[in-house]
């Protein structure tokens, strides 16, 4: 399991994640890392962390939709933080 970031989300992102919960929910939940001053850089990696520990192809998918909500890969509606993607624009 990643390093913990903030043990009570860590757990529901986990959970959601696991549950292939829908985009809003786990926007929902990386809103409140953001308004726990947690950086975009952070969830990040803890996604990262638990992509690599995960054989599972389903739940991988759903740790790239929320880190392409976290990195800006995501549409304008599904980011969480300002200026996530700015480095991906054209």
């Given amino acids: ?8 989300i860590d757990k529901d992102l986990f959970a959601a994640l696991d549950a292939r919960a829908g985009l809003l929910t786990l926007r929902a939940i ?3 890392y953001q308004a726990s001053g947690v950086t975009d850089a952070q ?3 803890w996604l990262q962390e638990l992509r690599a520990a ?3 192809e389903a739940l991988e998918d759903a740790i790239l939709d929320a880190l392409d909500m976290v990195t800006g890969w995501s549409g304008p509606e599904l980011r969480v933080w ?3 993607g700015d480095k991906h624009a054209s």
């Fill in 1 to 8: 399991m990643p390093h913990t970031i903030i043990a009570d």
């Fill in 30 to 32: 990386l809103l409140r």
């Fill in 43 to 45: 969830v990040a990696a």
């Fill in 54 to 56: 995960t054989p599972d």
């Fill in 82 to 84: 300002d200026g996530a």
